[in-house]
């Protein structure tokens, strides 16, 4: 095995045993049969006012070193990560794992390398040669992306189209008559196809679209466990917030739900919440 390259990080195996309960690990074997919906580990860095980012469209750098090198460990545990196009585009994301020892970081090939997913439904995401993720797939240190978009935002023709297969990534096509072309896809419908793709595990990492979706009280039961790391600043108002819509019960507003299964872990400055939505 070839020694880890400069930029690989490290996460000490004295941090990762408080983790490992929560996520897909060695100590929890993938299923062998055929799944209808993968593992989902919610994951995101937020502020202590609960935002993702300064401002819609950038990118904010809330994890420490200690936090970041805990996200890529989820990454080399996980199938799959997940982002929304705002995030796609706003972030210019390499969406690969950088532990040392996993695949193209000292490993084998592509060996414990997340598969890059993409929910863009209008085909807003100009990919291109130039995409981090793009360029990271073609010099084999992370899996070429997916695309999960409605039936005819890409063309047959589309360059990006043929860009992701070039470099082992796909558009996968979803078929489904909505309320109206802004609806949201089904959270159960994406779930879904990745799993007939293959995905047993996904990391979905945001933004504040996908969180707020996912967190709702329509789709909390898909999500499996919760790690958020909360970094020790206030942003300020205008960023992106997690806030998903409010819940009523006979007239009376009541909480979304609360998280079982509670681990507080502080790593640097940063402390990391780790939970399972009550009821999954
Ligand atoms: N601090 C952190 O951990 C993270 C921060 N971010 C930040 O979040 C911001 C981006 O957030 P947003 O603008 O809210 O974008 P987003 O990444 O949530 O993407 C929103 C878009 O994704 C698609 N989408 C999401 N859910 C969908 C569904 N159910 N059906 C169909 N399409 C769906 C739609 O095209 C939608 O416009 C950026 O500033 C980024 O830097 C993003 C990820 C993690
Ligand atoms: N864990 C975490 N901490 C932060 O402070 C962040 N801003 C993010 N953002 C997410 O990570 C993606 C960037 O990943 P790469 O380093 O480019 O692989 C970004 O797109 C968000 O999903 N995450």
């Known amino acids: 095995m070839e ?23 060695p100590s929890t074997p993938p299923p062998s049969n055929p799944i209808s919906k993968p593992h989902v580990t919610l994951t995101f860095a937020t502020s202590l006012d609960s935002q993702l980012s300064l401002a819609p469209g950038v990118q904010t750098a809330l994890s420490g070193p200690e936090s970041k090198a805990m996200t890529h460990y989820l990454r080399s545990w996980h199938d799959a990560i997940l982002i929304g196009a705002g995030t796609a585009i706003a972030d210019n994301p390499s969406l690969n ?45 992370g899996k070429g992306p997916w695309i999960v978009t409605f039936r005819g935002a890409f063309g047959r023709e589309d360059k990006r189209r043929k860009l992701l297969e070039s470099v082992g990534g796909a558009v996968l096509e979803i078929t489904i008559v909505l309320a109206t072309t802004n609806s949201p896809m089904p959270w159960s419908m994406i779930l879904s196809v990745l799993a007939g793709n293959g995905i047993k595990s996904v990391m979905i990492e945001g933004g504040g679209t996908v969180i707020n979706g996912l967190i709702s009280p329509a789709n909390i039961r898909e999500v499996d466990s919760v790690i958020i790391t909360i970094a020790p600043v206030w942003l300020g108002k205008g960023g992106v917030q997690v806030c998903p819509d409010e819940r009523e019960q006979e007239g009376n507003k009541i909480p979304i739900g609360r998280l079982k299964d509670v681990k507080w872990l502080p790593l640097g400055d940063d402390v990391v919440l780790c939970g399972r939505p009550n009821g999954s």
């Open 3 to 25: 020694a880890p390259t400069r930029d690989s990080l490290r996460f000490p195996a004295s941090q990762a045993q408080h983790i490992d309960p929560y996520i897909p690990s």
């Open 97 to 141: 794992c950088r532990i040392g020892g996993v695949g193209g970081y000292g490993g084998e090939g592509l060996e414990r390398q997340p598969r890059p997913v993409i929910i863009d439904p209008k085909g807003r995401w100009n990919v291109t040669a130039e995409s981090k993720c793009v360029q990271l797939a073609a010099s084999g240190r």
